[in-house]
């Protein structure tokens, strides 16, 4: 029978395309995007008005967020789909919130004699958001200035020593600032390292208390008065409500900070074993 609608049997077969393997989004699996060449080690997963997006770490700490298309990335130079983790019930983070790999959980190790000194309190809140875990679990203690004036004062009080190191973590420390005046003779066994911002507020990704940056305050107007009224925050209680609640881990804040904080962890964890 002539079959009007059959098969031309002098044509080529069609061939479908294998569909790439989908392979989970677990966290430190390296992959590559395709399109870029971007290298890295998954360290998040996010959402966006777009679709899904990964987070890639390279080997410089660079990160990049890459939507989760089909097929748009590489693993020893096969083509896959990451897709989401199935989740298996409540598990224990694999990292603390600064980004280190989550230790088992044992009691707090006894408290070093090295100290790390901050300007405030809203300093020290920050620091044990972020740091907490790895500060108990190195029994490092974060003392809260009260006010840089009175750095000269706690030092001479703490007489550092090779083994008894002194941290001091600083606001605005820049050339020509206030800050960098009173810390320009801090004696030896004093570490200070810092930051360029005016407040450890303007440490904080604006996108993690949802504005599009921070404001530009007057000279003389306190820096967070001004900018609780700028952005209607109300006073700076209310204002440092809205900023702690913006910061879960470390990816929340710049890199300055974090580098400084790292620096200062190192240092005063290295006095004893130095000895």
Not at 147 to 168: I, K, S, T
Not at 223 to 231: E, F, I, P, R, S
Request: with cysteine.
């Amino acid at each position: 029978m002539d079959d009007r609608y059959g098969r031309d049997v002098l044509s080529q077969p069609r061939r479908t395309k294998p569909r790439p393997v989908e392979v989970a989004a677990e966290r430190d699996l390296v992959v590559e995007d395709a399109a870029s060449g971007f290298c890295g080690a998954v360290v998040g997963l996010e959402k966006s008005y777009a679709g899904d997006l990964v987070r890639l770490e390279d080997r410089h700490g660079r990160t990049r967020v890459f939507l989760m298309n089909p097929g748009a990335f590489l693993i020893d130079g096969r083509t896959v789909t990451l897709v989401k983790p199935r989740t298996r019930g409540p598990q224990k983070p694999a990292t603390t919130a600064s980004g280190s790999r989550a230790a088992p959980r044992t009691r707090a190790r006894t408290a070093r004699a090295s100290r790390i000194f901050v300007e405030g309190v809203h300093d020290a809140t920050l620091l044990e958001r972020v740091w907490g875990d790895d500060l108990r679990a190195e029994g490092v203690v974060v003392v809260s200035l009260d006010g840089l004036d009175n750095l000269d004062a706690a030092l001479a009080e703490f007489q550092p020593a090779p083994h008894r190191r002194a941290g001091v973590l600083v606001d605005h420390l820049v050339a020509g600032s206030k800050e960098a005046h009173l810390t320009a003779e801090v004696g030896e066994h004093v570490l200070v390292c810092g930051h360029p911002y005016i407040d450890v507020w303007e440490a904080v990704k604006p996108a993690s208390v949802k504005i599009s940056a921070w404001p530009r305050i007057p000279r003389g107007t306190d820096w967070k008065t001004g900018v609780c009224a700028q952005l209607g925050w109300g006073d700076p209680r209310d204002g440092w409500r809205r900023v702690l609640s913006g910061v879960s881990s470390f990816r929340d804040l710049e890199v300055p900070l974090l580098r400084s904080v790292e620096e200062l962890i190192d240092f005063v964890t290295a006095a004893e074993e130095a000895g």
